[in-house]
């Protein structure tokens, strides 16, 4: 086939070719080439081969470099940074299509991550308008995080819907309950008023009963004034017993809706509970989600410590009030012994 080839040609033409092997086996990164034998048709024969192993030389640098791009990347991804892409490339078909394929990939991770911490980032701000739109070719886990995201939004907002109506019922009960006060008070000073005006009048019959019959008159035209300011304090004891009587509904509305805020203020600690989870499920995916389930799970808490500290607040305004409920009672049998 050769014509006339020498052993020692052959020789180097065997050793030649066991050093390609050992080149495309990744056993030497470096291929020593032979030009010439010697023997022109050998030598034709070394030029092809040269030739051919310069184009994998270079086939397999360029996939080296595809593949330490993709390495690179991937590191980049198991720390939470999507934004780097495979940019080297090769005429290797298979490098290519892989390189594509996880460029695809990236791609689709990033925009779903980027429209992630955007609507997370709108729940930090107390907005609640905002949701994931998930896609088709989202399934399993990925879908499921969206979804979730969605389900803590429109929690998060009912939530706060809620808490906005009891806090004005509150406001507008306790404006009430002060008005009941201040009618309260201004009663009380009236009250007190009457009373002074009957020490006044019972010191002057006393002084009166010391005189002479001469002064007998006189006397009961006085009498007449102690019974008008005794009847006109029973009036006002008795205003004063009925209005608190309503400082006692105002207190029980607010106590129901202390209840009810208290209530609230659990759920929204149980549902940032099981975001937390969500979170901790979701991977690096979900630290945002995990941030926002825990300022969600703090506002729970001190929704529920104020809702506490005012119903010891309004506990004791009650006993105050029953307390004058009691006065106002024993008021009222005083002036009607009177």
Do not use: C, H
């Amino acid at each position: 086939m050769f014509g006339a080839i020498s052993s020692k040609d052959l020789e180097s033409i065997d050793k030649y070719f066991m050093q390609f092997i050992d080149f495309i086996s990744y056993k030497k990164s470096e291929f020593d080439y032979i030009e010439s034998v010697g023997n022109s048709k050998v030598d034709a024969m070394l030029k092809r081969w040269n030739e051919k192993i310069k184009e994998v030389d270079k086939t397999t640098k360029d996939d080296m470099r595809v593949i330490g791009e993709i390495v690179l990347t991937t590191d980049k991804v198991e720390q939470g940074m999507y934004k780097f892409r495979i940019n080297s490339d090769s005429s290797n078909p298979t490098v290519v299509t892989l390189k594509n394929t996880l460029n695809k990939m990236l791609d689709s991770l990033d925009n779903a991550t980027t429209r992630i911490l955007r609507v997370m980032s709108s729940y930090t701000n107390d907005d609640y308008s905002d949701s994931v739109k998930v896609y088709e070719q989202y399934t399993d886990e990925m879908r499921e995080l969206m979804q979730s995201i969605n389900k803590l939004g429109e929690a998060l907002g009912s939530n706060a819907k809620a808490n906005l109506n009891n806090g004005q019922t509150l406001q507008n009960n306790s404006a009430t309950m002060t008005a009941s006060m201040n009618n309260l008070a201004a009663k009380a000073n009236e009250q007190a008023a009457s009373l002074e005006q009957t020490a006044a009048a019972l010191e002057e019959i006393t002084s009166i009963t010391r005189n002479n019959a001469e002064n007998a008159t006189k006397m009961a035209e006085l009498g007449k004034t102690v019974r008008s300011s005794v009847s006109t304090g029973e009036d006002l004891a008795s205003k004063t017993a009925s209005s608190m009587d309503e400082i006692n509904d105002k207190v029980s509305s607010i106590n129901e809706a202390i209840t009810v805020i208290d209530q609230i203020a659990f759920q929204t600690n149980i549902l940032s509970l099981n975001a937390a989870v969500e979170a901790a499920t979701a991977g690096e995916a979900g630290k945002g989600f995990a941030v926002v389930a825990g300022e969600v799970r703090n506002l729970a808490n001190r929704s529920a410590q104020a809702a506490r500290e005012i119903k010891d607040l309004v506990e004791d305004a009650n006993l105050k009030a029953n307390d004058g409920k009691k006065i106002s009672d024993e008021m009222i049998n005083g002036y009607k012994e009177l």
